[in-house]
């Protein structure tokens, strides 16, 4: 081959280089502060993608605008699954405006099958302490304050922990089920934090009560609302815990030294299982992710 020949080979593979480089800077360049949520290729090895949601309830342009977000994700990345996160009806629990403040927000996601599973905030009691909200076929609480449900390897565990809630049965019957789970991921949720760096701040109570108990029972994300906001933690003794109450209205968040992200922007979560960990991100109604991180099993 001739030099001439050569030289013209090696500079065309340059250029080819380039150009693909090129490409995939672009394609993977950031958008303003964040990425834009865009669909994803299906990984072999996903077992569940869920969203997360809380303090929801409101029937006004910020639940609208959180839910026309979650509907653009699930158009790109389809999940079947929400964790409604309590506060589900503003102000009083009112059954009578479930319409309003749930069906007509979610109506794209419900029509294609997206299953709410919710808890009981403090707002939600206020009305028969809760009662019709806990019988309510939408809210997929079978009649139980507190309960359990399975998707493959991943087992969750709803709570009830308002002031009123049947703590000792309740403690028992957690503690119960944990011990007895063969589930590779545990997730707990309720509507109340643990830690915060929020205007409630964190529950010295509950750190008392509940840390003890997903370190020994290998809990690796509880996930709450209350605080009008979002904030994830780093793990602690093996546990993330994840605040995702801006579904509707925002107040300020500071952070904390176990914060890893915080934010009071209208939002809300999303999470994709494997077997050796869970992928979380925060999308904002401009449906710019803003956050990532990455849970690790053990």
Request: with cysteine.
């Amino acid at each position: 081959m001739s030099l001439k020949r050569r030289q013209f080979l090696f500079l065309s593979s340059l250029s080819a280089f380039g150009a693909g480089l090129f490409s995939w800077k672009f394609a993977h360049q950031k958008f303003g502060s964040a990425d834009v949520a865009v669909a994803t290729p299906p990984k072999k090895d996903l077992l569940l993608r869920f969203v997360s949601v809380a303090d929801t309830g409101t029937g006004a342009k910020g639940q609208y605008a959180v839910a026309k977000a979650m509907t653009f994700y699930h158009k790109q990345n389809p999940y079947d699954l929400v964790v409604l996160a309590g506060d589900n009806i503003y102000n009083n629990g009112e059954i009578e405006k479930i319409n309003a403040v749930f069906e007509r927000p979610y109506q794209d996601l419900l029509k294609q099958g997206v299953k709410f599973q919710a808890c009981l905030g403090n707002h939600d009691i206020r009305t028969d302490n809760g009662d019709p909200q806990v019988r309510y076929p939408g809210f997929n609480m079978n009649g139980k304050r507190y309960y359990t449900f399975r998707r493959k390897d991943i087992q969750f565990f709803a709570l009830d922990t308002n002031n009123n809630a049947d703590w000792k049965n309740q403690l028992f019957w957690l503690e119960k089920e944990l011990s007895s789970s063969n589930a590779r991921w545990k997730i707990v949720f309720g509507h109340h934090p643990i830690y915060s760096s929020g205007v409630y701040g964190s529950n010295e109570a509950f750190i008392k009560t509940f840390t003890p108990m997903f370190k020994k029972y290998g809990v690796q994300l509880y996930i709450n609302g209350h605080e009008h906001s979002y904030e994830r933690t780093r793990a602690i003794d093996g546990t993330t815990y994840l605040i995702c109450g801006a579904g509707a209205g925002n107040r300020p968040v500071g952070r904390s030294q176990w914060t890893e992200y915080s934010t009071s922007d209208l939002s809300f979560a999303t999470y994709e299982v494997y077997p050796d960990r869970i992928e979380v991100s925060a999308i904002a109604t401009n449906n710019r992710v803003f956050d990532k991180g990455v849970i690790r099993r053990g």
